[in-house]
């Protein structure tokens, strides 16, 4: 079993940053892929970002549309720990954001690929 652990949401203003961490404990070497999803009030849960460890390449990284360019993914395998740099932040930003990590390949897009899941950490941006 895996436990993540999510740090960092908060209140900022439009157009300022934030980081999120997630911290992974339990059978960490499991985890192949460590996504970001985030969930606003009366909307479906939607993806963010993940990021997903190659032994021979590195790091593989893929944003959604609506956060590429301001949003940053990352993962320390050394301290079992995932990263959401959030940049030029916009009211629409706002809602819970989870971590996600996936034992197995799949579409990273999709919620039902993860097999874990952090509590949430509420990020609001303010106009």
């Known amino acids: 079993q895996v436990q993540l652990v999510e740090l960092g949401g908060g209140l900022v203003q439009a157009g300022g940053s934030l980081g999120l961490s997630c911290a992974a404990s339990?059978?960490?070497?499991?985890?192949?892929?460590m996504g970001w999803f985030r969930q606003a009030p009366g909307k479906e849960r939607e993806f963010v970002a993940r990021?997903?460890?190659?032994?021979?390449?590195?790091?593989?990284?893929f944003y959604a549309d609506s956060v590429k360019g301001r949003f940053t993914v990352s993962r320390d395998n050394a301290k079992n720990t995932g990263y959401l740099q959030m940049n030029a932040l916009k009211p629409e930003d706002t809602a819970v954001y989870y971590c996600?990590?996936?034992?197995?390949?799949?579409?990273?897009?999709?919620?039902?690929?993860?097999?874990?899941w952090g509590q949430g950490t509420q990020v609001t941006v303010s106009v």
């Open positions: 990021v997903t460890w190659n032994t021979w390449s590195g790091p593989i990284t």
């Open positions: 996600a990590g996936a034992s197995r390949s799949g579409n990273y897009a999709y919620a039902d690929t993860y097999d874990y």
């Open positions: 339990g059978r960490t070497d499991s985890i192949y892929t």
